[in-house]
C-alpha cells in the first residue's frame, strides 16, 4: 500500500471514529481528543508527563482529572483505578514472597479466560509464605486483570541480587492501540496527582508503560530493600 493510500485510509478512519462518537452522544471535547488519538503517532513519554513537569504545570492534574471523568463516561471497560491495583498487587506480592525469604527467584502468575468472570490463575514458581498470602496473591492478580483491557494477562517477576522486576501483560484487547494507549497514559498521570505516600513516588520513578499490537505492558524495576520500604510505607 502506497503512502497516499495509507493516508486516505487513516482519514477515514479518524472520520469514522468521530461520526461514531458523536452519534453515540460523546461531549465534543472527547469527540476531538479521540480523534487526535487517532491520528498521531504516540510515544508513551509524550503522553505521560514526568513529576518535574507536573510541579512546573499546576493545571495538569486537573486537566488529567477531567479527562478521567470524560473517559469513563465514554469508555465503560475503562478503569482509571488501574495502577492502584497494580500497585496493590506489588505489595500483595511483597507480603507472600519477602526478600529475606526468597532473595532469589522466579515467578509467574497467569490469567486465562474466554469471557469474564470465568477466568482461572495459574501461578508457576515457590510456594508463597502461606496459603492465606497465596490467596490474596491471586485476588490481587485478578483485580488488576479485570482492570486492564485485554483477554489474558500474566504477570512476570525474576527477582534476583540486584532488585526486583515485574512485568504486567494484558494481552488480545479488542480496542484500537492508541486509544488504550492515551486513555491508561491519562490514567498513570492521574495516578501520580492523587497518590501522597512515599511508596507510590517510589513506584512512579521506576515504572513504565508499553503497549505494541495487542498488548499492554506496565513494568516496574525495584532495587533490592525497596520494597522491603515501600511495605512498610504501606502498613
Not at 46 to 67: S, W
Not at 70 to 88: G, K, M, P
Not at 165 to 185: A, C, G, K, M, N
Request: hydrophobic share 40%.
Amino acid at each position: 500500500m502506497t503512502k497516499k493510500n495509507q493516508n486516505s485510509l487513516l482519514l477515514l478512519t479518524t472520520l469514522g471514529v468521530y461520526i461514531g462518537l458523536l452519534m453515540a452522544g460523546s461531549a465534543p471535547g472527547v469527540v476531538a481528543q479521540q480523534a487526535g488519538a487517532m491520528t498521531r503517532n504516540f510515544d508513551v513519554k509524550d503522553e505521560i508527563e514526568i513529576k518535574d513537569d507536573l510541579d512546573n504545570k499546576p493545571d495538569g492534574c486537573n486537566q488529567a482529572r477531567e479527562r478521567n471523568r470524560e473517559f469513563l463516561a465514554t469508555y465503560l471497560w475503562f478503569n482509571d483505578a488501574s495502577f492502584y491495583e497494580f500497585s496493590n498487587l506489588i505489595e500483595s506480592f511483597g507480603d507472600a514472597y519477602p526478600e529475606n525469604k526468597y532473595p532469589i527467584g522466579e515467578f509467574t502468575l497467569t490469567l486465562l479466560d474466554l469471557e469474564r468472570p470465568f477466568r482461572n490463575t495459574f501461578l508457576y514458581g515457590p510456594s508463597p509464605l502461606n496459603a492465606d498470602l497465596g490467596k490474596t496473591l491471586a485476588s490481587e492478580f485478578l483485580i488488576a486483570a479485570n482492570g486492564l483491557p485485554g483477554k489474558t494477562s500474566e504477570l512476570t517477576v525474576s527477582r534476583t541480587a540486584l532488585g526486583t522486576d515485574f512485568r504486567f501483560e494484558s494481552s488480545s484487547f479488542p480496542q484500537d492501540t492508541p486509544l488504550v494507549r492515551y486513555l491508561y497514559s491519562n490514567a498513570f498521570h492521574n495516578f501520580k496527582c492523587g497518590s501522597l505516600l512515599e511508596s507510590d513516588e517510589l513506584f512512579f520513578k521506576n515504572t513504565q508503560l508499553a503497549v505494541q499490537n495487542n498488548s499492554f505492558v506496565i513494568s516496574t524495576r525495584l532495587p533490592r530493600g525497596s520494597l522491603d520500604a515501600l511495605l512498610a510505607d504501606a502498613k
